[in-house]
């Protein structure tokens, strides 16, 4: 199974890292004006007790974490350690459907199709 998995094309990192750039890039667009009072008022601290400046920054903040994770996934799909990746897809799952439930209107959608198919075992389609 696991010379089967290496075989074919991995996509779920690519993905993964797509989603990152268009929420880093949404990001810019919906709370510039957020990001540039906080560049005025010297970073360090400038967040203070404003929850838009404390959502605003959070959201920007989360789109490295997740291509960071787009950079470890790659290889293990390339490996087709397809255990490893079970791990990770129930984690992604789990923090995919609390988003989704916590904000239906949102981009937590779009990390069900990879979570679901690392759940399955088997991170590489045809």
């Known amino acids: 199974m696991q010379e089967v998995l290496k075989n074919k094309r991995s996509w779920i990192g690519h993905w993964l890292m797509a989603v990152a ?7 810019a667009l919906a709370f510039g004006k957020v990001y540039t009072g906080v560049w005025q008022r010297g970073l360090f601290n400038s967040v203070g007790g404003d929850p838009l400046t ?5 959201f920007l903040l989360f789109g490295a974490p997740l291509a960071l994770l787009a950079l470890a996934i790659t290889p293990l799909e390339r490996s087709g350690d397809a255990s490893t ?14 988003g989704i439930c ?6 937590f959608w779009l990390a069900l199709p990879p979570a679901l198919v690392m759940l399955r075992g088997s991170s590489k389609s045809s």
């Open 54 to 58: 404390a959502a605003a920054v959070w």
């Open 21 to 27: 750039a268009l929420h880093t890039v949404f990001a």
């Open 102 to 107: 916590l904000m239906p209107a949102s981009g």
């Open 85 to 98: 990746l079970r791990r990770l897809g129930g984690g992604l799952l789990a923090t995919a459907l609390l």
